[in-house]
């Protein structure tokens, strides 16, 4: 138990027991097993789990309590007062290896089939106890339940801990699984005895003790001693989760979480801001680093063709070309993206490379339309860029905002932290989304709001508070000035507007702003719908005057946290990956900062710059003449409406280099295979800003190289002094020219925004384009539990569990319109049109589509329009108006 | 029995005025037929006569401490076959008996007799390897061919009780694999009864033979003060008359039990080990005799579960015993935490296993004291003034192995 | 000295007697014989060359559980074991490798099998040109196990690992179905 909880929940009194002769006292209501575990001895138990409340199936966490005659249960009896405990004893060997002896009695002569073998509680206790004699056995003579894509279930293994049941059921809060009694045995199934479908993010498989849950992806492929284990960290979203990789050759076998049944022993320091779980990308998605279809070798378009070619050659083309159009046109003629999914030290390398070799600014990377727009507008007004609320922050906050995200589907770690605060600590959720999303259907204040209005529900909710009188005094003392601007600001705007954009009462505004302000500590989870929408940076203002107006700025265990897509997005900020950031993520217009770096680079630092949307006009223009691109693939992110693959075709030299042949890489002059997360070393900066540890987990395929490495020596071949030999190095140096480079700096609000508010609220904030009768739906592409961005449908077992590219529509359009889920239908809109398969789900509102964004076919994206915002300069293609019809086949 | 009193060699350099003279540098081996594998000796001569000699080790260097590292208690068994390769027996027996004592293990008592008789018959193997090579090392090629002779009988018997003639691998921690037949028994017996006509031939063709007399009489003298001194064991300490056996000293295995006597030697020389070996043959002989005539009947393994995997019949059907299969062979049982060095007088001196456990199923550090290597050390004392052509016997006269100095 | 040993010195007389004794040797019987047109007479519990060994009905002993890898002390054993395509729930071994340059003949593999699918046997004769033949694969193992059957079981024999024939009748259960345990 950590002592937050301790503090914070349990303010209880302590009471004093004995435990072998041992005085100690703990909180009230402390269970017997806690209190032991406490003191740093360990009783043998196979069904608790730290992670969820004890159960008290297994039977085995027997200690002796004197006055009572048979052993007692140790995680179900709480404390009394003054109890003598024995734990340590040879009656209580005896009394915990009997129960041990029961479990084996009907436990099946599996081991050498079984996946488990060698990471088996039951094998374990067994031998530790010495069990040579079980007496009379039961075989159950069970089929395995195969019904699930994911997992088998093998019920003869079974002990009946139910640490799965509960760890769904009250971490995960899915509750998939229930004990069904069928053929006089117990067993484990899915809800309603049907085949599981669920999140599958596979924490019933990672506390399993036994057998019994096995993973069909790497069923029979190993034993546990067989693997190379590596803790390295997820590459899918930002939340950074650690992850042991298994590996066996030169192939991912699996991969596990640190939690497990194993870790109830361990120290759970590696585990601590968390429960230690991972989602079904990160458990399930490893199959893309195995794939046949990776960049094995570097390619050079030869007579128009892709030819393969040796790293000497293909480094060597770039530098002579990259020289040649410097040479002939400067600098500005060339530009580089990159992706946020590279390591902090790829991302550092390559913008010194475009920087100092290149000598141009033109450089973006992909958390440009991700969580540049967020820092731009925080920056803005607050003066720190960056999130400053941790895991610990969300998990112990007494109230959520959750505004513009289904984080349950994109951030599934972050929504169990917020899961966490729900169940245990009692925190008012506030979820505001126009879908009916997991999380509105467990959230105590779930609001569904019209679509695209989660900005004027901010502004509503600020309105609310300041017209409550909900004001902490400590804000009007400290701001006075903003806080008067604010309130004049806020009545100019009318319910009645609000209301109609939102589609929530006045009165709702009111309970909503009540629940907000009822606790100190609030995190606002701020979600792509809201940050990346034409209006996105608007609506990052309006929600840091939420955050003034209820006296946020400077709580501790306050702010905002921004679930983002890719895991390094943040990372690339700071790092400085884009034009308008310098390395430790300072402004690039900031001549203290430029000279700093300048400093350390020994030389200047390019003027200008573009970023991602004036890349794309440069070289529509004719202007740059050559594209370097690092995993970033423009022709497939980006709506047609932007015309990247004319621009692409004008170039004098498209360079990709990425892990898989992509639509960019099949227009390239030069083809570079990169390395994937699992096959280097680095970090990444997560999306609540701690630096997770990235390792090399097995050799990278083929030839395939990390992405600085191939950098470095590109550079070199121009003649630049880039040389570094390994990850660390690049590291260090960042750090030593921005000593606090990965840490967020304090937030305060910014002098002389008071001007501003007033602009914002001189009209209420509403979706970008209004309803028409010739458009009336809108489509919106989002990200879907299984899968981020579009490496992971590269991924063979992410498929497998979800490869539906189908457009969703409202149960009620569906209706009108005559179709049903399977049928083809029409979308267009003023930029085109296209078929697709429909899907039918009642959780959507009426009005709305949505069609997940990792899939391209059919490119649904391409009737989209694109918007660059003006200030942020962050593109939104991900919403627009379409018009649907049924295809009569 | 050696009467003679010898003497260390007293060389003195005699200048001649008028011819130049240097010290000649001569590396021997460790292509050497008599260097008994890969041994390297830079010999500083002046003349004939040696003046240094420093031996090169690591030739035949595997790393088998450090394989120890990475395997479990058990896997480790094989790779104790590999040091002596000669006599694999009683390298597997002081491994296992250090493991034991770490470990606080009892083996049953018939298990302790059956480890006797092959470890002796191990021993009388050896020494006829000894005495073979050692004759035709310095020129008697006969005796070589009657020492093979018994020797291929007593490893066609180890060949039918293991089923391997050098890399038997037959003790096992707690106990030994397979329990010797009748019929071997009733072979070895007969062996028993052959075998000390046998060393009467092989002595009518040295002990008085006046060519082996000039080549191993005064030959490699080491006082008893200095073999103690350089760590010296075995039959090399005790033919320099100290009277050091492990197994009177620190009786383990049958050896207790049975009525046995430890052979001294006087001068300390080559002829005096050879005088030693040939009496531990008889000695050897009279142990096996008696232990078999004394076998107990009974388990050959400890009844310990963890540290002894279970019998197949019971990992068929027992659920139990197929989890103590798979955890034996996979991570190996838990050892107390710990360090041991137990020592065993094997037939070319004390053989040590050092053993330092962290409480895992692998050893933290495994350290082999092997006496050829520590008899290595005493070479340069033992060869300063002798001829070059002594070089030979004084290789022999430790009995060294590569496999087992090196490791 | 005496005189009698100044004599035996004149004499040669240890010489006279060491000849004596081998001239004797001149009319024992030959303990050598001439392979390879002789051969051995090699023991039931002969570590051999391994093999792999197959049910009576012709199905594969093997389960792939891979203990025989975890046991080797040489690691010379690789198994890829997957579940069998054809019978759902059957774990098979879908290749298995033995290095035979590497493997020390330690028996290990034979007593860590839960199944007793590996067995050694007599066979010591494969000596080759390339030493890619002796990277010991799955149907080569096979192989020698059908040849050698009558040896392998032998083996199994000797060393304790299966009582005999008959008795190893009642172990012979395919996973993972097991038979209901005698109490």
Redesign the interface.
């Known amino acids: 138990m950590s002592e937050d909880l301790i503090s914070i929940i349990d303010q209880k009194a302590t009471i004093e027991l004995t435990v072998d002769d041992e005085k100690v006292s703990v909180p009230e209501g402390t269970s017997i097993y806690d209190a032991v575990i406490g003191m740093g001895k360990t009783i043998p138990s196979m069904c608790y789990h730290y992670t969820f409340n004890p159960f008290g199936s297994c039977g085995v966490c027997l200690v002796e309590v004197e006055g009572k005659k048979a052993p007692v249960r140790s995680c179900t009896s709480p404390v009394v007062a003054g109890m003598i405990v024995r734990v340590d004893t040879k009656t209580m060997f005896d009394a915990r290896k009997k129960a041990v002896e029961k479990h ?1 009695q009907t ?8 996946d488990a ?2 990471h088996c509680e ?3 206790m ?2 530790n106890f ?8 039961k ?1 159950k ?1 069970l089929p ?1 339940d ?1 019904r699930s894509t994911v997992l088998d279930f093998n019920m ?1 293994r079974c002990i009946l801990c139910a640490q799965c049941i509960n760890i769904c059921k009250e971490v995960v809060m899915v509750d998939a699984l229930q004990f069904f009694k069928k053929g006089g045995f117990t067993h484990v199934v899915a809800k309603g005895d049907s085949a599981l479908e669920c999140e599958f993010c596979g924490d019933c498989l990672a506390v399993c003790p036994v057998g019994a849950i096995t993973n069909k992806f790497s ?5 546990p ?2 693997l190379t284990k590596t803790v390295t960290a997820c590459n899918y979203c930002a939340d950074g989760c650690q992850m042991r990789v298994e590996v066996t050759d030169h192939t991912v076998v699996r991969v596990t979480s640190l939690l497990s049944w194993k870790d109830k022993w361990d120290d759970h320091a590696a585990t601590a801001d968390g429960h230690g779980g991972l989602c079904v990308k990160g458990r399930f998605g490893f199959a893309y680093i195995n794939s046949s279809e990776r960049l094995k070798k570097p390619l050079i378009r030869k007579n128009g063709a892709l030819a393969e070619a040796s790293w000497f050659e293909a480094t060597a083309e770039v530098a002579k070309r990259l020289k040649a159009i410097k040479a002939a046109h400067g600098p500005d003629a060339i530009a580089g993206l990159i992706t946020a999914r590279c390591t902090n030290e790829d991302l550092y390398a390559f913008q010194k490379f475009m920087r100092r070799t290149v000598g141009t600014n033109q450089l973006d990377s992909s958390a440009r339309y991700g969580h540049a727009s967020y820092c731009a507008a925080m920056e803005h007004a607050l003066g720190a860029a960056q999130p400053t609320v941790s895991f610990h922050d969300v998990t112990f906050a007494n109230t959520v905002l959750v505004v513009g995200s289904d984080v349950t589907e994109t951030n599934p770690i972050l929504a169990l932290r917020i899961k966490d605060g729900l169940s245990n600590y009692h925190a008012q959720v506030i979820v505001a989304h126009p879908v009916r999303t997991n999380l509105v259907k467990l959230a105590p204040f779930p609001y569904t709001i019209a679509v695209g209005s989660e900005g004027a529900f901010v502004q509503g909710l600020t309105k609310a508070v300041i017209e409550g009188g909900l004001v902490p005094q400590r804000v009007a003392s400290e701001h006075p000035t903003a806080t008067a601007v604010l309130q004049t600001a806020v009545a100019s705007l009318s319910w009645e507007a609000l209301e109609s954009a939102t589609g929530l009462s006045r009165e709702t505004f009111a309970e909503a702003a009540k629940a907000f302000v009822s606790g100190e500590r609030r995190v606002i989870v701020l979600g792509e719908q809201i940050v990346n929408r034409p209006d996105g940076y608007q609506n990052v203002l309006r929600v840091a005057d939420l955050m003034l107006a209820t006296g946020m700025i400077g709580q501790p265990g306050s702010g905002v946290i921004r679930p983002c897509e890719e895991n390094n997005e943040r990372g690339a900020v700071v790092v400085g990956a884009m034009a308008d950031r310098l390395p430790g993520g300072l402004r690039y217009d900031d001549p203290a900062a430029r000279a700093r770096v300048a400093a350390a680079w020994g030389g200047s630092l390019p003027s200008g710059g573009a970023t991602l949307a004036e890349i794309v006009d440069g070289i529509r223009s004719g202007r740059i003449k050559a594209l370097y691109a690092i995993g970033e693939n423009p022709l497939g992110t980006l709506p047609a409406s932007a015309g990247v693959r004319e621009a692409l075709s004008r170039l004098e030299l498209l360079v990709s280099q990425d892990a898989f042949l992509t639509d960019t890489g099949a227009m390239a002059h030069v083809v570079l295979p990169a390395a994937l997360a699992a096959e280097k070393d680095g970090t990444f900066l997560d999306g609540h800003g701690r630096l997770q540890p990235v390792v090399r987990a097995l050799d990278a395929k083929g030839e395939a190289r990390p992405d600085w490495a191939i950098v470095t020596e590109i550079a070199q071949l121009m003649g630049a002094s880039l040389d570094y030999t390994e990850a660390e190095e690049i590291r260090r140096e960042l750090l030593q020219i921005v000593p606090a480079a990965f840490d967020a700096g304090p937030a305060a609000l910014r002098d002389g925004l008071d001007g501003e508010v007033a602009l914002r609220y001189a009209q209420p904030a509403v979706a970008a384009d209004a309803p028409s009768s010739e458009y009336p739906f809108e489509l919106s592409l989002y990200q879907v539990l299984s899968h981020s961005g579009k490496m992971s449908t590269r991924d063979k077992g992410l498929l497998e569990i979800d490869a539906k590219s189908r457009l969703q529509i409202a149960a009620k359009d569906a209706e009108s319109l005559g179709v049903v889920s399977g049928d083809r239908v029409k979308v267009s809109s003023p930029l085109g049109s296209v078929e697709v398969r429909i899907d039918v789900n009642g959780d959507l509102p009426h009005g709305m589509c949505r069609f997940p964004e990792h899939f391209n076919d059919p490119a649904v994206k391409d009737v989209l329009p694109m918007w660059v915002d003006p200030v942020s300069k962050a593109p939104a293609f991900k919403a627009g108006r379409v018009r649907i019809e049924k295809v009569v086949p | 029995m050696p009467t003679t009193p010898a003497q260390p060699p007293v060389f003195t350099q005699k200048k001649l005025p008028l011819l130049r003279t240097e010290e000649l540098m001569l590396n021997m081996g460790p292509q050497h037929p008599s260097t008994h594998g890969v041994l390297k000796v830079v010999l500083e001569l002046e003349g004939e006569r040696i003046m240094k000699a420093t031996p090169v080790m690591g030739f035949l260097h595997r790393g088998v401490e450090k394989l120890a590292e990475d395997g479990t208690y058990h896997q480790f068994i094989p790779h104790t076959d590999r040091l002596d390769y000669v006599c694999a027996m009683y390298n597997n027996f002081a491994y296992v008996r250090a493991v034991e004592k770490l470990l606080d293990l009892k083996v049953p008592e018939r298990s302790e007799y059956l480890r006797t008789i092959v470890a002796e018959v191990q021993r009388i193997i050896g020494h006829l390897f000894w005495l073979g090579t050692q004759a035709l090392d310095i020129g008697a090629m006969t005796v070589f061919f009657y020492t093979f002779r018994e020797r291929e009988f007593l490893l066609d018997w180890f060949d039918q009780l293991c089923g391997a003639r050098l890399t038997t691998s037959w003790y096992r921690i707690g106990g030994v694999e397979r329990d010797v037949s009748q019929d071997l028994i009733g072979q070895l017996r007969y062996f028993m009864k052959e075998f000390p006509p046998k060393i009467d031939e092989y002595n009518v063709l040295l002990e008085k033979n006046r060519i082996w007399i000039a080549r191993t009489k005064g030959i490699a003298i080491i006082s008893a003060e200095d073999a103690l001194s350089f760590g010296l064991s075995g039959p090399t300490l005790r033919g320099s008359g100290v009277e050091y056996d492990l197994r009177k000293a620190e009786p383990y295995g049958a050896y207790d039990q049975v009525e046995w006597s430890v052979p001294i030697g006087v001068n300390g020389d080559t002829y005096d080990r050879y005088w030693i070996r040939i009496e531990e043959l008889k000695e050897s002989s009279k142990i096996i005799t008696q232990c078999l005539d004394k076998l107990p009947e009974g388990p050959i393994m400890a009844d310990v579960p963890q540290i002894v995997a279970p019998t197949k019949d019971r990992v068929f059907t027992n659920l139990e015993s197929m989890i103590m299969q798979f955890k034996f062979f996979s991570v190996g049982f838990p050892m107390p935490k710990g360090e041991i060095y137990c020592g065993t007088e094997a037939h070319k001196g004390e053989l040590g296993f050092y053993i330092v456990s962290n409480g895992e199923g692998k050893p933290y550090r495994l350290k082999i004291r092997a006496p050829s290597f520590i008899h290595m050390g005493a070479f340069d004392h033992m060869s300063r003034g002798y001829m070059i052509a002594d070089v030979v016997t004084i290789f022999g006269t430790y009995d060294i192995v590569m496999g087992e100095c090196d490791r | 000295m005496t005189l009698k040993e100044l004599f035996d010195k004149a004499v040669l007389r240890e010489i006279l007697d060491g000849l004596k004794t081998t001239f004797k040797h001149l009319f024992v019987k030959p303990v050598t014989f001439q392979y390879p047109h002789e051969k051995r007479a090699i023991p039931d519990a002969h570590r051999g060359a391994l093999c792999l060994l197959r049910y009576d009905d012709g199905a594969e002993r093997c389960v792939g559980c891979d203990l025989c890898e975890a046991a080797c002390p040489s690691r010379c054993i690789k198994v890829v074991s997957e579940e069998d395509p054809e019978t759902p729930l059957r774990r098979i071994a879908t290749e298995f490798y033995i290095d035979i340059t590497k493997c020390v003949f330690c028996g290990f593999c034979v007593e860590a099998c839960p199944v007793n699918a590996l067995a050694m046997t007599k066979m010591y004769e494969y000596s080759t040109a390339n030493k890619r033949d002796l990277m010991f694969d799955k149907p080569k193992l096979y192989q020698i196990g059908d040849q050698m059957l009558v040896d392998a079981k032998k083996y199994l024999v000797a060393h304790n690992q299966e009582e005999n024939d008959e008795a190893a009748m009642q172990y012979r259960y395919k996973f993972p179905y097991a038979p209901a345990k005698k109490s």
Not at chain 1, 130 to 137: A, D, H, K, L, R
Not at chain 1, 219 to 223: A, H, I, T, V, W
């Open positions: 084996l436990h099946p002569l599996d081991c050498p089939v079984c073998d060698g039951l094998q374990d067994s031998f010495g069990i040579t004699q079980i007496g009379e056995v075989q003579g395995e195969r003869n069923k029979y492929l190993y034993k001693w067989q």
